[in-house]
């Protein structure tokens, strides 16, 4: 297998021209609502999360070209929810990928609806994934309405909202980023073997996989918010501490919390036993996350 | 076929009791959240949207049952556009079908998250709609998240936004109505339709219906927000003028105004021909609705 890093590049910039396509363009009306929809899509994001989906196609044998609607809309749904959070009576950042946010540029309702488009664009998006002899665009719609919904990502985000300024046990944090993370970066390579006609025991195999993934990110974002500038991060940097947010760090400890990483990425890694060879890609990505700066 | 308003009192139920199966339980985890989609929900709406779903299925020969999934869904639509309308960013409304408006009651970000809940219920439950020898849960998708977008409902509400304090031209406030309010009418009578294994000829029908009674809808609204009190409407009276919102009575006056409402409802009234008999319910509603008092 190639290297990772050029895979990486080549991949984003094949998420970036589907991203463009599968957007509205700026030109049709109203104006305003597109440049913005597209102005936080195209604001320097990793692509995480289709990345993911990409890889774990891939992993079940499957056509790129048939996962990248999927692929896109979970990227479209972590963006909407980047809007939202942003918001002054949500988080209140300034900051994201490095610019401006959304209510920063084009103002507060304007961010509100924007996420809101963000949002049904989703599922204008899944609604054009090819369908398999196991799956189609009902389970597709199924997997992301549901981890979008208020018991997965936005329960996640209230979880959060309420726990601000309290101390949290780790169980309450594990909580949280079980619904705001995890399972989005599940949800994530679930759709992309569903495109490649996975069989249920392998969807089960990257449900594991992209949960222990999820919670490792999450905690090394978590270290990265205490160790690195907000140059490094393109986003406020201190920014948990500041607003008196339970994180990994502040409830383990730096070290402790960098164990748990590790960890978590090594249970996400055995889950890739089942696809051989063809899970080296998806292995790849998650050593590299546990490898970030941190 | 039997009287008009013991109909709509018994379908209102039947939608009251669905919408309370199709959303997430109060009990569920977190609750606030599942309580703040059941207050919004449940805050005593006309139902009218689901009820022109019912009446639509009923029209082209199908079974009420199996279009109570996309009649909540418009409704669950409705009401996520009604919570983020009323943010203070946006047009900053204390009232609602004469209750504290959400963000008054649990809050601005609970509001936002509120908003984004339901809107994503509403493809949670456009996805249990059972499917007919035309269409799919494919096609059930298409047809409302298009209708929820950025060039229809979210189009709409930015077009009304931009244009506040600015006198715009007849031209102008159809279109902003033609997108917040006509296209999820449209979008309503469609799907009960769908759900009926409707010909395509009728659901053609159908929109010209829908388009034109949400734009008489929209005029009606207009002229009773200068001629209610906030008691009778439930939300606040005089806002369009307080604000400086361009209105159909301000731009034509109420005579015209009146006139242009019988206009459009003779119009989708004429588009119900094809139906015969089975259109005499969509046509007791769209008359009931030119008979509201104004």
Redesign the interface.
Known sequence: MDDLKPWLKATQKQVDSALGRFL?RES???K???KA?RYSIFAGGKRLRPILTLAAAEACGGELENALAPACATEIMHT?SLV?DD?P??DDDDLRRGRPTSHKVF????A??T???L???V??V??QTPETKRY???DY??EI??T????KL??G???D??GEGKELSKRELVKIHENKTAALLTCSVRLGAMTANATPAKLDALTTFGYNLGLAFQVIDDILDVTQTTEMLGKTAGKDEAVDKSTYPAILGLEASRKEAARLTKKALKSLEVFGKKGQRLEQIARYLLEREY
Chains 1, 2 share one sequence.
């Not at 103002?107 to 304007?110: C, H, N, Q, S, T």
């Not at 979008?148 to 018991?151: D, F, I, N, V």
């Open positions: 509205p049709a009306a109203p305003t609502i597109h929809m909407y939202h918001l009576c949500m103002g507060e309702g304007m509100v609806l996420g809101d488009a949002l049904t664009q599922f204008i899944i609604a189609t665009v009902k719609l199924e309405a549901v979008g919904g208020s018991k936005i329960g985000q209230v979880l909202l309420e």
